[in-house]
């Protein structure tokens, strides 16, 4: 298999950070494709915020609050990975917590051995972006491997 730069030029893990916006939804939808094309593996990554971008009322507990949000991710990747596989797709999945995101997907990225990256231009980071800067945008700066950037229509509402 040929390499170029410490990469493979012919990926076989893809990762797919999701965050179950439609713009990442488009993104894992042209992960599927190249994965069947080049038979590779696609390994999803949802990271929970510890400092989320959405105001919890006080009453609800942050371990309710990631207990509710892990649930949901479980459910949500249990049915992508039930269509990946109907397509021939291989794949995994990963939660994880923590208040880089960034970083949480870089350390991903070497733990994995991923060879490239899918992801989208825009989330459901709200405000978050115009504080800290784009995700993909940090991503696309610090990753060492290939990376798919799929533009994507900015979601209503949101300020990035």
Avoid at 20 to 46: D, G, M, V, W
Avoid at 52 to 73: H, L, Q, S, Y
Wanted: include cysteine; charged fraction near 20%.
């Amino acid at each position: 298999m040929p390499r170029a730069g410490g990469f493979s030029l012919v990926p076989k893990r893809i990762l797919v950070p999701i965050d179950f916006s439609s713009s990442s939804e488009a993104a894992l939808k042209h992960a599927a494709a190249l994965a069947q094309n080049l038979h590779a593996e696609i390994h999803l990554l949802h990271v929970i915020p510890m400092f989320t971008a959405i105001k919890m009322p006080d009453f609800v507990p942050e371990t309710e609050f990631i207990g509710g949000a892990r649930k949901a991710a479980e459910r949500h990747f249990a049915l992508c990975q039930t269509d990946l596989a109907t397509r021939g797709v291989r794949a995994s999945s990963t939660i994880k917590v923590g208040n880089d995101v960034v970083r949480t997907i870089l350390d991903e990225i070497e733990h994995r051995h991923i060879d490239m990256m899918v992801i989208s231009t825009h989330g459901l980071t709200g405000w978050h972006p115009l504080v800290f800067g784009s995700i993909a945008e940090k991503l696309v700066k610090l990753v060492y491997i290939p990376v798919l950037l799929i533009r994507t229509e900015k979601p209503e509402g949101a300020n990035a």
